[in-house]
């Protein structure tokens, strides 16, 4: 993803075009879920070719400020700042403006936290009785791969560990000793190299971990398809397990990339937070609402 798109000098969301890209990807496949982005990407488009009209930048932060957009694909607290200082003076100090900066930084991966909680949503409702069948229609799914910031350790949850304990326990692991060593024995079941594949797990479960390979996760996958069938319930398809650790990665890549852009924590904390309204709006509109407790 490139920031410098949508900070300076355009002051715009994430490129039109990338993501009408995406939408053709079929990742949406409910016509309501497509509609719905598909006037969102409008209306954005709308608003960048407005900004030729306007004279300056000053004009064109005004215009951001008063769109529904910034409020439906930015993030929660973004008017309330955008509107606390007032935007006059030099174009190159507006543009340099740390709160600028920070809030479209914030709102474009909002964007995207959003638009992936859709996808989570549509999926779902693809399978939604087996979903119901699992007692799981009033869960908002992945919800635990989405990091957090835990307010006692100041540190961030572990996408990845999460999905291998999760893992770990949808093939049956009953909590005794670590989840790495309860599918270390399972994968290396098919190759008898056990301590090696515990040392890729733990390299999973790690703060700082890299991106494991397809061929690993496949390998591991089908090693674990006899437990998943017994014990995964919803979970019990190795491929719904690896939408999962693509899930994890990807949360992750977004987390990195906010950190290397330098927002500040509790601004990061906020765009994850967007995941969580953004999929009872998506379950909303697609007819399919969380129950009262569930909803924002």
């Not at 053709?24 to 016509?31: M, T, V």
Request: net charge neutral; charged share 25%; hydrophobic share 40%.
């Amino acid at each position: 993803m490139r920031a410098a798109g949508f900070i300076v000098p355009d002051v715009v969301w994430q490129p039109h075009c990338e993501w009408t890209s995406l939408l053709k990807q079929g990742l949406l496949r409910d016509h309501r879920s497509i509609a719905m982005w598909a006037g969102r990407l409008d209306r954005d488009l709308e608003l960048a070719v407005s900004f030729v009209n306007l004279p300056g930048v000053s004009d064109r932060i005004q215009a951001i400020i008063k769109t529904p957009l910034i409020h439906e694909i930015g993030a929660p607290g973004s008017r309330e700042r955008m509107t606390s200082k007032q935007w006059v003076g030099d174009e190159s100090a507006l543009l340099d403006c740390p709160l600028l900066k920070h809030n479209r930084i914030a709102d474009a991966y909002c964007c995207c936290v959003r638009f992936m909680a859709w996808v989570v949503v549509d999926t779902s409702l693809q399978h939604w009785q087996k979903v119901v069948d699992a007692g799981q229609q009033d869960v908002i799914l992945l919800l635990a791969l989405v990091p957090r910031l835990d307010a006692e350790t100041c540190k961030w949850t572990r996408p990845l560990g999460t999905q291998v304990r999760e893992l770990a326990i949808h093939a049956g692991y009953d909590s005794q000793g670590a989840p790495s060593v309860f599918l270390g024995g399972l994968w290396s079941s098919m190759t008898e190299l056990a301590e090696e594949k515990e040392r890729t797990l733990r390299k999973w479960e790690a703060a700082e971990p890299g991106r494991p390979r397809e061929s690993s996760i496949a390998s591991l996958l089908t090693s674990l398809e006899p437990q998943l069938q017994k014990y995964g319930g919803l979970w019990a398809e190795g491929r719904v397990h690896r939408q999962r650790f693509q899930f994890a990665w990807a949360m992750i890549a977004i987390l990195r990339d906010m950190q290397r852009l330098g927002l500040p924590d509790v601004l990061i904390d906020e765009v994850f937070s967007c995941y969580e309204r953004e999929y009872s709006f998506a379950r909303s509109h697609l007819s399919k609402p969380l129950s009262a407790g569930q909803a924002f």
